[in-house]
């Protein structure tokens, strides 16, 4: 399987203490702009890519989905989402995006959130969910901003006194891997730029519906830190139809 930092137990430690590990949907800044994109899950097949510890699965069995499978690389995140999970119409497997694989027209909905990041061949993985789609279905994922992966630190400019410069965009056009430190931890992500986002889901028969950049919510801007998420962009959000 691929490169899996979610499984070891510092930076698992570390992550269980983020305000989206405790707080669920309503602790991730993107939430309220994504809910609002999200189709109507009644009746519907879901698959969650790379569904981590389950909230998005839960939502949309929840909000009544008649089947939603969500995987997944870590083990350790699959643990938690099963422990947190009591519908019984949602099921987790231990899968790589990479690797996943499902009958055509298996599903009404394809969800992803903040995970394509980690994907080497973005292409590929766009072709399996187009075919698993149903005609008609729901393609919508959040990623890191291409903005924000393109110089690779992802980590703001400071000065001597530890004041916030700026954040630096570098290298934007050269694609591919990124090494980051995140959590105190090293890992691999992978930049791509804004256009190959789109033109990928464009020459593989999708219609974009919804292109958005999530910006903080009003009710988060007094949260230390989050003022300054209003300077650059630090996601992406894309709704696709089959």
């Known amino acids: 399987m691929p490169e899996n930092p979610y499984d070891h137990p510092k930076f698992f430690e570390q992550y269980s203490q983020m305000s989206r590990s405790l707080q669920g949907l309503s602790g991730a800044g993107e939430w309220s702009t994504l809910q609002k994109l999200l189709p109507d899950f009644k ?3 879901v698959l969650d890519l790379g569904c981590g510890y389950g909230w998005h699965s839960m939502y949309a069995a929840e909000n009544g989905a008649k089947e939603v499978i969500g995987i997944d690389i870590s083990e350790k995140m699959l643990a938690v989402a099963r422990e947190k999970t ?5 099921s987790y497997k231990q899968e790589s995006m990479e690797e996943f694989h499902a009958n055509p027209e298996t599903f009404d ?8 990041h980690y994907v080497e061949d973005f292409q ?6 187009y ?3 149903t005609t008609g279905g729901t393609f919508i994922f959040s990623v890191e901003h291409p903005v924000f992966t393109a110089e690779g630190s992802q980590d703001w400019t400071r000065d001597e006194t530890g004041t916030i410069v700026n954040f630096p965009v570098d290298n934007y056009f050269f694609e591919g891997r990124r090494n980051v430190r995140f959590l105190g931890e090293e890992m ?3 930049h791509r730029t804004l256009t190959t986002y789109l033109e990928v889901l464009l020459k593989n028969n999708f219609t974009l519906e919804h292109i958005v950049e999530p910006m903080p919510p009003e009710d988060m801007l007094d949260i230390p830190g989050m ?7 630090m996601m992406l959000i894309v709704r696709a139809r089959k």
């Open 43 to 45: 009746g519907k097949r």
């Open 124 to 129: 590929q993985v766009v072709q399996k969910v």
């Open 86 to 90: 009591s519908a019984t119409n949602v």
């Open 188 to 190: 691999t992500k992978y």
């Open 109 to 116: 909905v394809v969800i992803s959130s903040l995970a394509l």
């Open 227 to 233: 003022p300054d998420e209003m300077r650059r962009p």
């Open 131 to 133: 075919q698993a789609l």
